[in-house]
């Protein structure tokens, strides 16, 4: 079997990781003699708008169509204003390729602890299932009265019904597939008081189907404080956009950190590719120094090798992560080590070839 990777290196730490990502996917190849990856990479990323006023050619989005999946590093540098990094290169791919699931696994690997520390939270393990198309990141408003004392700025919540169905129903798909019980959506209703209850209602209205499943619905404040005081508590979190955003950043650090946090941008129907990215930044406090952690970019390509159906290999990957950190040699500093990012990575290939 063989797949095409279009790969994204980007900026920052970007590059740094997808180097390590790009050698798995040769050790894949070499690992399993029937599949192989054909990657192609990109150089889209803040420099290359620096130098052609765009974050991608006009036929970007066409030319990394015909992939069956796309590896992104990390979007983002000085010099460049954030919002058009992210909405001229990541939106456009999420959005035009229908990749409404951002799914992030909250998971503590073995031989890591939770900073929380507490009792109960040595076995933390759900998913959050962030819409990834609409809500909050709206794109429509707009700015009045600029430079007078009038001025305002507006930014609208659009939830469509078409939208918010989808997410809800493959969030409680997901969870009956994995024999999970429990659903939590995150919801404002009290404040937000049109698209949240428009939400709420949905929710409800589909929990009826499953009615093995047992649903909450829980105000976004208050999830994130039981994100720290009883993670636990999840199998299953669907929230909006922006909700899911925040959550999942905050579920990065209950479980270890952004060095370990994967991600999936995933087109369920498979009629695009599907786009997976470890959820942190290019971190340009760290970049250039060769100690970011490529864990969350190993485990995001554990996600695709799921997603192209190759579960064995993607469960392969994870318990090879799992392997290296419970030995507990080698750690990049973010995890308490001294290992460099390539460090890092030859240790959890090594272990892969091993096995
Ligand atoms: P960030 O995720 O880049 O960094 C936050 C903190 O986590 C920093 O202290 C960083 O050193 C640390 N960190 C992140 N990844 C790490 C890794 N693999 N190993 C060790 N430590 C790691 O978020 P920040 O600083 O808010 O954003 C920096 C830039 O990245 C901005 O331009 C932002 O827009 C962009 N960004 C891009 C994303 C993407 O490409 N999908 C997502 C989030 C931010
Ligand atoms: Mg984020």
Redesign the pocket.
Known sequence: KYFSAAVIP?????PE?MEVGMSLLQAIGDIHGGLSFEAESFPWN?RYYLQHGRMMPEDGLERLRPFDVIL???????G?P?HI??WEL?LPIRRSFQQYVNLRPIKLLRGLESPLRGKGHEHLDFVVVRENTEGEYSNMGGRLHVGTPYEMAMQNNVFTRYGTERIIRYAFELAQATGKTRLTAATKSNGINHSMPFWDEIVKEISLHYPNIQTSLIHIDALAAFFVSRPEAFDVVVASNLFGDILT?LGAAVVG????APSGNINPEKTYPSMF??????????AGRG???????IWSISMMLDHLGERELGRLVLDCIEEVLVEGKVR???IGGKAT?QEMGKAILAQLYRR
């Open positions: 980007g900026d920052g730490i970007g990781v803040c992104l590093g990390a979007i983002g540098a000085p460049v954030d990094s992210v990541i950043d950190g952004l060095g370990l990215e470890p959820i942190h930044g290019s971190a340009p406090d760290i100690i970011a952690n490529p864990i969350a970019t990049t500093p973010d990012t």
